[in-house]
């Protein structure tokens, strides 16, 4: 479904993303990982065509999209989500997620019914008629994941949905996710909320100063000692290891 | 058709008012690099100090460079007062509000201006306003001359208070960092009165230096409005040396095209920079790419 | 739905101004506030449901009102052809400078500023040449008569201009419940995710401004049609520009009624303050800029957000009674 290759972008001195390559097949859900400042914001706005990259290339569904506005590249089946939450604060929930609907809907009561639809699916039904400006932090995720549910996409891409969610929230979205995979979208996600990461993904990339250090099934990443010293520091690893043997020691 | 012997006046007389138009867009850029509001009002508030200037002579005899040590103070305060109790409080912090108070101000301004003392043109008539500097090559009215070092000698102090003076530092500060400065105790209210006052004393002084040799009608505010975002454009939002390069620039655009396409369209001169720097290169001369 | 209703009670008490009021003075007033709602309905449409704030609409006013009487004046055509094509010019225009500006995603200010330098651009140009009427403007003569779209009776040019008004909230209403209108707004309220949501935000802005101008020049037309004279300053100068952005601020941003809310309340006021201070140049234009800031201040979301308020309020108590 998605194929980056060899993707660069450089900000002024500062190589945000270097050389990335990654691959999400259809109906995946797959987990970019990785510390803060890695670069995983800049890689997905170079997807999306918010950035265009020095180098590398995309590819979607067999086609290349990789130098087109971001406007295009919804149109043909990627749709992302924003860390910082971007809500049509005027309009009402309902009026939010019908701006999604209508990419492909260009009646307005068409539209309207989409979105009450999508709404209902990710648990905003009661709140339709307020303004998206008085949701909470949890609420405008949601409203976010609607928006771009609501476009019918192939590949959504989620940054870091789970942020700013307490547990029992984080509990919630989980199974609303499984679903919209469980209707054939495919899903690439970032995320540091590893309990989510771990119930959700069945592979993830490790971004580390703008390159991939580290991809295979979540369990062989969490193992992983590069991935574990991009988290936790040099010589991380030996510590973690070193601990685990003592406790194993007789 | 390029005759030096009218060229050569021409720009010189282009440098002289440029250094004018300098002195208006420093407090221009000051108050956007620190603040980022585009001031509508500043051109108001520089036709204020005209007036102001015009009475104190008319009325009290005071010449115009010695008013400027009268109307610097006091359009310091009078800038102070507007972003602290009316600006700041009317805009509920968001931007386009911003430029709708300051255009409502302007609006005020330009209209009770209009509404005192009509649209007749005042214009006053010094000693000095004939004397003409000797250059060999050309003559230059010598009250030019004065606004042209005038000008530059304020430019200079401005340029000594942001750099060495702890009000100067606290000013960069917000500039770059305002929450970071929050922090670190700066008043950021406060600095943003100060450096609004501090924008619009240079638009005091430039009044001062400009009274000489100019004209005032409740007019003149909205026509040097777009002068000075022209300049601040031109040079680069909050860039010291853009303000000042842009400003000598256009007054030699501005002059140049007076002479070749008479005075009415020569004006255009300048909107139709503006509006190409805008399309083309909004960063300016100096000013960062955004 | 309380603003909505006020304003269609409005506009039926207006309809009836010209069969109830004899003054010829309040029929020219009312005529004026009605022409100053479809103004404001124009700016509305690209600053209110757009966001996208002009400082320099009068430069599309203008080149309605000029270009219908240049086709008129210099060139002998019917008032309705130059009026048509004097509007398909404001829209043309319009079209230019959205392509010209909004391919760079200026600050809103800037946008502001460039706009405001067309227009000061277009006085200039204008009142530079003897073909548009240099310094004196230019006077349509006078050919009373239907065919001509000029009228005898007053009333008529009520009607169109009360029909207009019409037009504008229809438009409106046509925003506020079309695909359109939702991305319009969608990129009012946040560019980046309005993209992400695949709206192109140039060919949405474009078209805005491209209607905006249509509009605006529709009124510039039928300025010069009711006053059969248009000199630069009144067509291009800063005045007519003010009203544009006043009107609709004053009565609520982005909604249906608020530049007739605006219009009514903005020149309501300002003939009261003109009883109380005479007929002083300027001031009225001070009080205008007064009523401005006390508006950014008090009532940001202008006439309509202050009856929307009052509804709720009010729905509330009785939720609780």
Redesign the interface.
């Known amino acids: 479904m998605l194929e980056v290759r060899e993707l660069s972008k450089r900000f002024g001195g500062i190589q945000a993303v270097n050389t990335a390559s990654l691959d999400v097949y259809e109906n995946e859900i797959v987990a970019l990982l990785g510390p803060n400042g890695a670069g995983k914001t800049t890689l997905f706005a170079a997807i999306a065509g918010f950035v265009r990259p020095d180098s590398g290339n995309v590819r979607l569904a067999g086609r290349d999209i990789t130098s087109l506005p971001p406007h295009v590249i919804c149109a043909r089946g990627l749709v992302r989500t924003f860390q910082i939450v971007q809500p049509f604060g005027a309009l009402t929930v309902r009026e939010n997620i019908a701006v999604g609907a209508h990419l492909h809907h260009a009646s307005r009561r068409q539209a309207l019914a989409r979105a009450e639809d999508v709404a209902e699916k990710v648990g905003l039904g009661p709140r339709l008629n307020q303004p998206a400006a008085t949701l909470t932090v949890a609420g405008r995720k949601r409203l976010e994941l609607a928006r771009a549910l609501a476009t019918d996409p192939k590949l959504l891409l989620l940054d870091e949905v789970m942020a700013g969610l307490n547990p029992m929230e984080v509990s919630e979205i989980v199974p609303v996710i499984q679903a919209i995979r469980g209707s054939g979208v495919t899903i690439l996600l970032i995320e540091h909320v590893m309990q989510a990461v771990v119930s959700l993904a069945e592979r993830a990339y490790v971004l580390n100063n703008g390159r991939i250090i580290a991809s295979g099934t979540t369990a062989e990443i969490a193992s992983d000692p590069q991935v574990i010293e991009a988290y936790l520091g040099h010589g991380a690893a030996a510590r973690v290891q070193s601990r685990l043997e003592a406790r194993h020691a007789p | 058709m390029v005759n030096f012997s009218l060229l050569l006046p021409a720009v010189l007389n282009g440098v002289t008012t440029g250094a004018i138009y300098a002195l208006i867009a420093l407090g221009l850029t000051l108050i956007y690099g620190v603040l980022h509001i585009i001031n509508f009002a500043h051109g108001s508030l520089l036709m204020l100090a005209l007036y102001a200037a015009f009475f104190l002579y008319t009325l009290a005899g005071i010449d115009p460079y010695v008013a400027v040590l009268i109307l610097v103070p006091a359009f310091f305060v009078l800038g102070y007062g507007l972003q602290r109790f009316v600006i700041q409080p009317t805009s509920h912090g968001r931007d386009e509000n911003i430029l709708l108070v300051t255009l409502g101000l302007a609006i005020i301004i330009d209209n009770l201006a209009l509404w005192l003392w009509t649209s007749t043109t005042r214009t006053i008539d010094t000693w000095y306003a004939f004397e003409v500097v000797d250059l060999g090559f050309a003559f230059i009215p010598l009250p030019k001359v004065i606004a042209f070092f005038g000008a530059l000698a304020f430019a200079a102090l401005l340029w000594a208070l942001i750099t060495f003076t702890d009000l100067g530092r606290a000013i960069r500060a917000v500039a770059r960092e305002r929450d970071g400065a929050r922090l670190v105790g700066i008043r950021v209210e406060h600095v943003y009165a100060m450096t609004f006052g501090i924008g619009t004393a240079a638009v005091a002084a430039a009044a001062c230096f400009l009274l000489p040799t100019f004209y005032v009608t409740p007019q003149v505010g909205y026509a040097f409005v777009l002068v000075a975002f022209t300049t601040v454009v031109l040079g680069g939002m909050g860039s010291f040396v853009g303000a000042l390069s842009a400003g000598l620039l256009l007054g030699i655009v501005e002059s140049l095209g007076g002479l070749y396409l008479g005075e009415s369209l020569g004006q255009l001169g300048i909107f139709v920079i503006f509006i190409l720097i805008l399309l083309f290169r909004p960063m300016g001369l100096f000013g960062a790419r955004a | 739905m309380t603003a909505k209703i006020t304003g269609a009670v409005l506009l039926a008490l207006l309809f009836c101004v010209p069969f109830a009021v004899q003054s010829e003075f309040w029929l020219s007033f009312w005529l004026l506030v009605l022409m100053y709602a479809f103004l404001g309905q124009a700016w509305n449409v690209l600053g209110g449901y757009g ?1 996208q ?1 002009s ?1 320099g609409h009068a430069l599309f006013f203008g080149i309605g009102a000029f270009g219908t009487a240049i086709l008129q004046v210099r060139h002998g055509l019917n008032a309705y052809a130059a009026g048509a094509i004097a509007i398909a010019l404001g829209a043309i225009v319009g079209c230019a400078v959205g392509l ?2 909004f ?2 995603r ?5 946008f ?3 706009t ?3 227009a ?2 277009a006085r ?2 204008i ?2 040449f003897d073909y548009t009427g240099s310094g004196f403007g230019m006077l349509v003569p006078l050919a009373r008569g239907a065919a001509n779209f000029q009228f005898e009776d007053r009333r008529i040019f009520y009607v169109i201009a009360w029909t207009l008004v019409v037009i504008g909230a229809l438009i409106a209403w046509w925003l506020e ?3 359109f209108g ?2 319009l ?2 990129v009012r ?2 560019e ?10 140039i060919r949405t802005k474009v078209f805005a401004i491209t209607l905006s101008g249509a509009m605006a020049a529709t009124v510039g037309v039928f300025y010069v049609q009711n006053f059969l004279f248009v000199d630069s300053h009144l067509a291009f100068g ?1 005045a007519m520009s ?1 009203e544009a ?1 006043l009107v609709s ?1 004053i009565g609520g941003m ?1 909604t249906m009624f608020g530049p007739l809310f605006g219009a009514v309340v903005l020149h309501a006021l300002g003939e009261a303050a003109k009883q109380v201070t005479g007929n ?7 009080f ?3 009523l ?2 006390l508006a ?2 008090f009532l ?1 979301n202008g006439i309509t957000g202050l009856l929307s308020r009052r509804m709720a309020r009010r729905s509330s108590e009785r939720a609780h009674a």
Not at chain 3, 192 to 199: K, N, T, V
Not at chain 3, 280 to 286: I, R
């Open positions: 966001g704030f400082f010209l500006v391919r760079y200026l600050r809103g200010a800037y502001a500023l460039v405001l330098a067309f000061e651009v200039i140009l009142s530079s419940n079309s695909r939702a991305r707004m969608a309220e946040n980046d995710a309005a993209q992400a949501l695949g709206i192109n935000l800063p003010i952005l601020i982005g002083a140049p300027g001031l009225n234009l001070a205008y800029g007064l401005l800031i950014l201040r940001p």
